[in-house]
């Protein structure tokens, strides 16, 4: 089963839940969902014979602060161990409405990888059944792995990537 | 008026139920996690598990390092194993920048990985040993351990956290010293792993006492995202270096031992017989380790050679361009998982170009599987606990990382 053919699958079973779609740089295949559509897709992705992606492998939030309406983007590693194919499923949520449907319904290991995620990036997974911070302290107000929490002083301007002719991140100022 | 104490749980059934803390820091717990157990009498009625007094924030301090200053970030993750953690590193690295490296290379990572598969899992079953009450093993074994440290030392100058190789390669070519002490682990270690072998696998005590202590089901345990030595116990065969071959696994013949009952007594069986197919796969690898260079002709990532550095001007300039990560990288993203001592070790690196990754999410195997612990001892008694936790090898660098 190659990408194409998941695609066309994906199109056939559950029409118009794949916004978008690339085959990334490793040359695994992301798919773009919706919140909306994400739990279906999860569990039909997982449930489906010909699909069978039966492991969750990871899921990770990233921050694009640019990227406006959009700022944060959900990350689901699923993997098919019969055919050992890897795909990811990727949704973007706006930073002021960062709420998307639990998976720990489909996967228990869900649990920790959300709280985790909720912890460093504030995506709230509605459903959770204990979403709490779990690697931070209890009273943390921010969630600090979004890009406007800088690591150091935030005045150092000697690993400024501008001074080494590159637009680089560290040393820009995000609002 | 009945004053209730601090330790009495509030719903207890008039005062039978107790609350317990185990940890934070307790001896029996290797590491610090804290559980707090309901417990009635010995038996465990529930568990809950707080994690994080060692979190060190590696993914946010990893945004702002280049590629080859995150390789000491992932030593600390699982510190029993760092070599495994580094090449996973260097690997994702080499995949992004399409790297591909000589076979003289790859063949040094695989006896180097094998080499600190073999302390993982040694540091992990001589300890199930002690929390039966077996300590004599454990010292003997971590004489061995000590050997194998010695030659991480002959290979990198480190021998705990190993900041092991280079991206695109090996900084150094095997030293006649390493060549001896290898040749010297691989005739006179297998015997004494044997008379620890001969101390455990069959002692009547220590079979009553692990068989049957936190087992887990194969359905549960790949629900709870499960690899590793502890998914393979269950009687799943998945092991990322058969599944997904990397750094030439694929020629290496080698067989993945699984178990049957998930088990504390599995679990053990399978590292032991996981550490003979590392020897196995070492033999292999060092028999037939072919000529060549050991490292990638990759002038932009990987260091010049020292001396020339000092007389040739090109070498200056990719020393420097090297030193302040100035080299342009692909944008994109690359997944990239290693199977480390405790399981499938993913790296998941979003690349901006920039000099140091845009994010970098580690799928960090203890992390996931120790979020299964509290369903494993339920309605266990409390020694079985510490038992199961031991044998489930939980390293608390890589569950906060």
Same mark, same amino acid.
């Given at each position: 089963?190659?990408?194409?053919?998941?695609?066309?699958?994906?199109?056939?079973?559950?029409?118009?839940?794949?916004?978008?779609?690339?085959?990334?740089?490793?040359?695994?295949?992301?798919?773009?969902t919706t919140r909306e559509q994400i739990i279906?897709?999860?569990?039909?992705?997982?449930?489906?014979?010909?699909?069978?992606?039966?492991?969750?492998?990871?899921?990770? #939030?990233?921050?694009?602060?640019?990227?406006?309406?959009?700022?944060?983007?959900?990350?689901?590693?699923?993997?098919?161990?019969?055919?050992?194919?890897?795909?990811?499923?990727?949704?973007?949520?706006?930073?002021?409405?960062?709420?998307?449907?639990?998976?720990?319904?489909?996967?228990p290991t869900a649990n920790?990888?959300?709280?985790?995620?909720?912890?460093?990036?504030?995506?709230?997974?509605?459903?959770?059944?204990?979403?709490?911070?779990?690697?931070?302290?209890?009273?943390?107000?921010?969630?600090?792995?979004?890009k406007e929490y800088r690591l150091e002083d935030g005045t150092r301007t000697d690993k400024d990537d501008r001074f080494f002719g590159r637009d680089g991140h560290v040393g820009r100022s995000f609002e | 008026m009945q004053v209730k104490s601090y330790f009495s749980s509030l719903d207890s059934i008039e005062g039978e139920l107790a609350t317990l803390n185990l940890g934070p820091t307790h001896p029996a717990t290797h590491g610090i996690f804290q559980n707090v157990l309901k417990m009635d009498g010995e038996r465990i009625v529930s568990a809950e598990p707080t994690i994080g007094y060692i979190h060190r924030a590696f993914e946010k301090i990893a945004e702002h390092r280049p590629f080859?200053?995150?390789?000491?970030?992932?030593?600390?993750?699982?510190?029993?194993?760092?070599p495994i953690n580094n090449m996973g590193w260097h690997m994702t690295v080499e995949k992004l920048i399409g790297c591909e490296l000589p076979k003289?290379?790859?063949?040094?990572?695989?006896?180097?990985?094998?080499?600190?598969?073999?302390?993982?899992?040694?540091?992990?079953n001589t300890v199930i040993g002690v929390d039966t009450g077996a300590l004599t093993g454990f010292t003997y074994m971590f004489q061995e351990r000590e050997r194998i440290y010695e030659l991480f030392e002959e290979v990198c100058g480190s021998r705990l956290t190993t900041n092991i190789g280079r991206i695109g390669g090996m900084e150094r070519d095997f030293t006649p010293t390493f060549h001896k002490k290898l040749k010297d682990?691989?005739?006179?270690?297998?015997?004494?792993?044997?008379?620890?072998?001969?101390?455990?696998?069959?002692?009547?005590?220590f079979m009553?006492?692990?068989?049957?202590?936190?087992?887990?089901?194969?359905?549960?345990?790949?629900a709870y995202g499960f690899t590793g030595p502890n998914l393979r116990a269950a009687g799943v065969d998945y092991d990322v270096r058969v599944m997904s071959p990397y750094s030439s696994y694929g020629d290496f013949d080698f067989i993945i031992p699984v178990g049957n009952q998930g088990d504390t007594y599995d679990r053990f069986i399978v590292r032991q017989e996981e550490i003979r197919q590392s020897l196995r796969i070492i033999h292999q690898a060092y028999d037939n380790i072919p000529e060549g260079e050991y490292h990638a002709d990759?002038?932009?990532?990987?260091?010049?050679?020292?001396?020339?550095?000092?007389?040739?001007?090109?070498?200056?300039?990719?020393?420097?361009?090297?030193?302040? #990560?100035?080299?342009?990288?692909?944008?994109?993203?690359?997944?990239?998982?290693?199977?480390?001592?405790?399981?499938?070790?993913?790296f998941y690196l979003i690349s901006d170009g920039g000099r140091q990754p845009y994010r970098l999410h580690f799928r960090r195997p203890c992390f996931i599987f120790y979020q299964a612990y509290p369903e494993m001892i339920k309605g266990s008694m409390l020694s079985d606990a510490i038992l199961t936790m031991s044998s489930m090898n939980v390293i608390a660098g890589e569950l906060d990382a």
């Open positions: 089963m190659d990408s194409e053919q998941i695609l066309a699958q994906l199109a056939e079973k559950m029409p118009g839940a794949a916004i978008s779609s690339e085959i990334a740089h490793d040359g695994i295949l992301n798919i773009h279906d897709l999860l569990q039909l992705l997982r449930d489906d014979a010909q699909f069978g992606f039966n492991f969750l492998t990871t899921l990770c #939030a990233i921050h694009y602060p640019d990227n406006a309406g959009q700022e944060l983007c959900v990350v689901y590693h699923l993997h098919n161990w019969p055919q050992n194919i890897r795909i990811r499923v990727k949704i973007f949520l706006p930073k002021d409405d960062p709420h998307v449907p639990t998976a720990t319904g489909l996967w920790w990888m959300e709280r985790q995620e909720y912890d460093f990036f504030g995506v709230i997974f509605t459903g959770h059944p204990d979403l709490r911070r779990i690697l931070n302290v209890d009273d943390m107000e921010v969630f600090p792995m979004r | 080859y200053q995150v390789t000491p970030l992932t030593d600390r993750l699982n510190y029993c194993s760092s003289r290379a790859e063949y040094m990572r695989v006896i180097i990985m094998e080499l600190s598969r073999i302390a993982d899992h040694l540091v992990c682990f691989l005739k006179t270690f297998p015997a004494r792993f044997e008379e620890f072998t001969g101390l455990l696998e069959r002692n009547r005590i009553d006492r692990c068989i049957g202590a936190g087992p887990i089901s194969a359905e549960r345990a790949m990759v002038p932009d990532f990987y260091l010049p050679d020292k001396p020339d550095v000092y007389t040739k001007m090109e070498a200056l300039i990719y020393h420097f361009k090297v030193v302040m #990560a100035e080299v342009p990288v692909p944008i994109g993203e690359v997944w990239h998982s290693v199977e480390g001592g405790n399981g499938e070790l993913g």
